[in-house]
């Protein structure tokens, strides 16, 4: 007998009972403000990473020795921002009450903060190292807040001051940058202070939320908002792979590929390693 | 002393108080449920228009025989539908109230809406003519009420059985066509009976609705939903061409170029040529 | 419980069991001449055909009314051509020994060989239609028996004269058409023909290859030789149905759709309208 | 021994002695006003040819029965408009001389200037057959007179009233049809009228100028300037045929593929099929 | 009343009295010898500048906070050097007589030779920055004197040795290296000794030339002619604020996008940047 | 008497009895496993050539010092992998046995193993330098041994342990790494360690194979099968002049451009530079 085809992120086809790392796609971009297309990055990641090996030079691991399951995507409501929050924290809601580690693939950044709900509830003295071109600190973007320019904003909501770190932030507008001062700790262009920042957050709850618009666009140029003056893929590398080992990580997303913007599949490679590291890296 | 950069489609550089017809966009594509970035279109028909002749063999007439101003875009509100709807319908209802023709560049088709509110607003007997691909029919998509799926439906709700007159139909669920049945005229495939609708709507006030994708993909690629089996561009600018001499056209709009999914720009050509083969066709 | 990402043509998600028609992708493309690339074609018709809908307004049908299963692609071994037709050879007898409908999404033309392999063996009688620009009647192409352009003429070794019926052939060299004046009907150019092919096959096995660059390229842009003047997606439409309808088909494919050729993606919507209206035309 | 590496479009490898049609390539385009690109055409047109075959199923003709030389490019002085055209007269006048037929692959159409100054001279009373979407008739383009979008006008400067027929033309601004009204045949839209030509022209000599924009952006997208509305890659077969069968043809050209904004290259699969039917076409 | 549409580089929409510096386009490619296409550069880069913010993390600065103009696009003669010239000499004389500072927008680096002969002759004392991949010194290119291969010797020609500083070079004839070594500085691969220039220029007037393809091909794909090896962003973005900064600028420019090759749009936003921080730094 | 069009790589138009290196082109791409396309790289390098100089500053020297003759591609047999490297084979063989230096255009890296073949016959002690992003050391892949991913494997099979230097791999299975560890020298990332490499190999026959893919994705999209992290163009710049000055180089490679994922041509433009700093860089 046939099966029904199964498409997971390369070697991600644990059975649900054996993984402790749950993979879904949130395929939203409504409120994306300048070039939308990134509800289709999950896809576009799971299929791709075919491309790339399962065996990781870097860290010397492979994706065999461990127990990942990819659950798809999930059937979001374009155009109902709120409804399809709601659906991104049930799922992760879910997951974690199974004691299992989330691990979304966005779409938009905005889709975090489905996620990130689900996480506060469980873990309530979370906090969040957030890898991004952008603050993301807007109280409200052209007259609304659910969007992916506050996303960080409205995690802070939830938290507090104190609890956000962000890394590789070099676009914003001046406000953004200055109420930051006040409430989060923000890192411009790279990643100097991570180290002294794990040290920090040794043994507590940890969400690492990834902008993959950090990148450089010379290696990463399908995204929305391409911010030229970003950080090397080996960087984000090294970045990403630290905070998974030495952090305490409760839960994860990787955003804001758009596939569309790049025919040369470069930015969806770049997309497929920094997940495979970051799978490869979590010490569960 | 210089001037700040003016930019208007083609030749359409009327000052307000002596043109008879105005221009504008509505770059919104939030609701796009399968491929975004119809935002795109108005701003590319504009800048893609220098590209044509102002003069159409045609119909033997130049854009520099009229007065036409364009009026640029609206900055609308990403991720807001409603508010986003609300900004259209005022724009427009400006343009009624002081006597003018109001003519839109989408955007994704959901701006019609917007536009028709202000239309059957003062003109409660209006009718509709929509080219479409697609029925745009249903009760809602995916739960939201406010989608480009859903826009005759809308309208419908305005105006009643009878009053919407839809040609080119290729695509819809059964519920839709089933449905629109009872409450409009469907034509499915191509502009049969469009002569006789003229005929039955002589005198009366329509409004135009334009969703380029009634176009086949072969000359018209860059749209969200591309459906094979549409019309050809000459059978599209005959019936536009008709429709604007023979019917007493209060408001028209010209919907869903997508400009990314298309290099080659024979698509914004197509959309520059119908608005132009309108503009011209237009008897006010 | 979550369940592993399931991802299917659009609605063909039955099970095996009680499925009449089986879908599934030959991701081969290993002796493409010109420009490889319609090894992506089956995954990218699974993918796209989210983009159109299960009803069909041409046979007003949908998708829902019938059983298909879609049993994903083979993983073929590029580069050895021999060990792929057994691959494909082996799932198609495996489906018509389960008494279904192989339905195969290549890939380049050739794997049709497999495929019809398992089918002349189930069916020695079988005859075959074939829609295609190009005749594949070589002897041998560069030497290599085992390649697209000569695919009918392995096909015709096992069937022999008079078998064969070929439509809308535009492209080929002097000794192809020659040679098949002899063993094989080839119509040039278009469909003209068909409807006196299928009465005269009426009752005897039938297996279809649709090699979709029959269409035009102003709609079907995405293909490895793409040749100009060919028939309109409504002709084809037209053409595929009438015999799904008509003939008593026992197997089929659709071939030759190489996605990176296409931006637009308006050739990947053409190849799922086809599957569509080949699936709901089947009378099994 | 090792040679060094010949291209040639297909098949096009006779000795000069022996060839009795010599193409060349005028890669130029400085003069195009809309979108360059022109100058990479004949280029492109020698190198894609190998994607078609050499027999022509329309006219049961092979490359393989005649005897042509592809002579090259031009190496053009982009930016020195007249220099380039002195070029190109050179270039047409020595392969008039040796009494061969020059065939020239542009490039912008301008370049027609160049090559139609040497036939002139070689033929006083020679005619003009022109397929074209733009009529190329104006007096001058934003104060330069050496312009593709003068370059008939140039033309009839050399040859007089009645010399001249165009068909297809479906742009141009007011004055331009004004004015060919009094001097030459314009057949818009289409080929309606071309057999009458033929008849009135039989045995005087002509020369064929085709721009390929004549075409349908839909299978003809790679253009600088896509005009919808345009004829068939058929439409255009038959007459290339027809022209190059019964008239007295002394020199010939197609013009103005600009491959780059079509990356699907059906542009080019067109361009290079007009230029093999035109070769098989011609009666020498 | 409704205004005609105005569009200008963001928040570039000072009153001309009120303004310091005057952007302007200057749309013009016709000597460009390998690709095509910056004629498309300033209205893109107007455009595009949406999509970044008017804020600069690295200069703590706003457009905002200071008063720029911007006048669009002057309407250049393509096909005519000497015309475009002229009109691109005329605008920018007109803005110093004013007392305000040219800020052109290219166009290929050619129309730096209109703006500069304004400037010289207003400041006949002035020095030229010069950031570029290439040396631009040639005699003659093809035989074209007044070609971008030419600029820089066209420049030298107005003021002669030791007044042209060149930075990032790595392309060009052995020629132009030699000739360049008496009569120019030339710093090769990149910005090193930019710093004793600037020393040296102190009060002195400046003329800033910037073609962006100085810039590494991975970040700013989207030129005529790349040249891999180039500068990185930040390197840039640092030079072009040094420049700005510390050295009396008298006019200025950047050059040579050509948006075609790039359909992510990073060499756009490269672009934008680049023009943002310079605005940004400018000290008047 | 004109000429058939004669088409080298940039100034490689030597006599073939005074080159002292011979080009030619593989284009080959069967095995690709991933992404086809690389069988347009050969044809690619030679045309793009003429879009760089032949003068390097880096190294101040010109293309215009050496003897270079460019023998064009072999008609490959795509779809028989051991003919097509047998014809390989021979063309090595035969530049060999004149005494010249083989310079092979790939093509996918399979097509090292025909050059190698010959070049290890005749340099039985022969050493390979070999930079890539991937290992290639698989016994086999898919079950297939002449694969891409397989080559090195395979020339290790000639020559045996401890003569392949591998430099840049970041990309391969763990079991590879593990058999690569006893068999050859791998360096992982870069090129640290190339000088000890090449004072270890002074004065003995080395073929230097290059494969593309070793640069960073962001200055070389145009690949099939990208690897985020690589080289910078200079970096791979350094390493092939220094092994082309300091070692006894009888043969060479440059491999794996595949042009149509790469619009804007950057890939293209760094292929032609790599092979002209390594012509410029032979010392014979």
Known sequence: MLNKNIETFMMCDAEYSEAEVILFGAPFDSTTSYRPGARFGSGTIRRESYGIESYSPYQDRDLADIAVMDSGDIELCIG?????LEQIEERTSRIL???KLPFMLGGEHLVTLGAFRAVQKQFPEVFVIHFDAHADLREDY??????HACVLRRCWELIGDGRIHQFGIRSGDREEFLWGKDHVET????????????????GKPVYLTVDLDVLDPGVFPGTGT?????VSFLELQRAVTAVCREAAVVGCDVNELSP???PSGISAAAACK?????LLALQL
Chains 1, 2, 3, 4, 5, 6 share one sequence.
């Open 80 to 84: 109902n921002t709120n409804k399809a």
């Open 97 to 99: 009450e199974d004691k």
């Open 142 to 147: 052209l007259g609304v807040k659910l969007s």
């Open 187 to 202: 890192r411009k262009f790279d990643f100097q202070g991570l180290d002294q920042t794990l040290e920090k957050l040794a």
């Open 226 to 230: 391409p911010e030229p003056g970003g």
């Open 260 to 262: 569309h913007y790049d």
């Open 274 to 278: 920094i997940v495979r590291e970051m």
